[in-house]
């Protein structure tokens, strides 16, 4: 199999997840980027249910778009949960899943 090559662009990548883990380390920075996190992701299940509601004939793939992502986030949080040094991502990741559910719960009770 052939190796892809070491490219600068390719480093840099690749060390942006450990930059973004040492830039988290202050408590306040670690605390406002899981807070943006899980604003962003309520933000995104309000446009969900008020795009599905306002439609009312995409509630099967509105329902795909948020179930998907809320299942593999799951899935990817008992792998992570096994690595005790990446608290960050776990952090980021519960904060998503919450802020998303949160958002599309709030969504469906203003549409009944």
């Known amino acids: 199999m052939i190796r892809p090559q070491q490219t600068r662009l390719h480093r840099q990548v690749a060390l ?13 920075r670690r605390f406002s ?9 309520f933000f995104f299940g309000g446009a969900v249910g008020t795009l599905t509601g306002a439609l009312s004939y995409l509630d099967p793939l509105a329902a795909l778009i948020v179930v998907v992502p809320i299942e593999l986030s799951i899935r990817c949080r ?8 990446d608290r960050l ?3 980021l990741l519960d904060a998503g899943r919450i802020g998303l559910l949160y958002g599309l719960l709030q969504e469906g009770f203003k549409l009944l």
Do not use: D, H, K
């Open 89 to 91: 991502t776990l952090q």
């Open 16 to 28: 942006q997840g450990e930059r973004l883990r040492n830039w988290a380390e202050n408590p306040w």
């Open 33 to 41: 980027l899981v807070l943006i996190t899980g604003f962003g992701a």
């Open 78 to 85: 008992r792998w992570l949960l096994q690595r005790p040094q």
